[in-house]
């Protein structure tokens, strides 16, 4: 079956700096990936839709300049939280659909990034 | 919101029961679906229901979709163990996937 490979599972920050998750569609094609933020105990919260070979379309209140995203290939979707504070420490997740899958049934998730910034 | 409200928020009952969770929308769906999320790890697909369909079935899972109520139940019959984790909604439409607030599950062996 599908498979979404996210990269790293866990990354532990200092404030200010950057960090880069990855997230790779193994053996299918996603023009687009979704970037998702969850809390703890909390639901997912979609934070953007990631377009292979465009700019990424933000959710409202979601900084487009904070978390930059890029789908440079079919294949890879990237999300850089820049100038991390504490308060971006979360639980990132990203989900690929499968481009031949129209139905709305093709969504693969990635097993999750937790980002802690100290 | 762009969520959905799911209830109970947490749920907690013996091997070997039933588990009901439901899920209500506010806007127009092309489908619905059910996924499950073990303790800090990536969601897994249980089961989509399509806006035209009123009940689904899989393995011990069963699904119901209400559109004029605009809501959804799972059920899981002859609880397990294994079956604790949250469990989320996410109604499908204009290609997002917008999540419910999700109900934690707990099964006590």
């Known amino acids: 079956g599908a498979v979404v490979s996210q990269h790293p599972s866990r990354v532990i920050c200092k404030s200010g700096t950057s960090v880069k998750i990855e997230c790779r569609s193994l053996?299918?094609?996603?023009?687009?990936m979704f970037w998702y933020r969850q809390f703890p105990k909390q639901s997912l919260m979609l934070m953007a839709t990631?377009?292979?070979?465009?700019?990424?379309?933000?959710e409202q209140g979601v900084e487009k300049d904070k978390f930059l995203i890029n789908h440079a290939s079919l294949t890879l979707s990237t999300l850089t939280v820049t100038s991390a504070h504490p308060e971006d420490s979360s639980f990132y997740i990203c989900?690929?659909?499968?481009?031949?899958?129209?139905?709305?049934?093709?969504?693969?998730f990635g097993s999750g990034t937790r980002l802690t910034v100290v | 919101s762009q969520q959905g409200e799911e209830d109970p928020q947490a749920l907690s009952i013996q091997e070997g029961e039933n588990a009901t969770m439901n899920c209500s929308y506010k806007?127009?769906?092309?489908?619905l679906q059910w996924y499950r999320q073990n303790s800090g790890r990536g969601l897994v697909h249980l089961i989509l229901?399509?806006?035209?369909?009123r009940e689904k079935h899989s393995g011990r899972l069963r699904v119901t979709l209400d559109t004029s109520k605009k809501s959804s139940s799972l059920l899981i019959t002859a609880s397990r163990a294994a079956d604790t984790a949250s469990y989320f909604c996410?109604?499908?439409?204009?290609?997002?996937?917008?999540f419910g607030t999700g109900t934690r599950l707990q099964v006590f062996p």
């Open positions: 989900s690929a659909r499968d481009q031949q899958e129209h139905s709305g049934h093709g969504y693969t």
């Open positions: 053996d299918f094609q996603a023009t687009t």
């Open positions: 990631s377009n292979e070979g465009s700019k990424a379309t933000y």
């Open positions: 806007t127009s769906i092309n489908n």
């Open positions: 229901i399509r806006s035209n369909e």
């Open positions: 996410a109604r499908y439409n204009t290609d997002k996937l917008i």
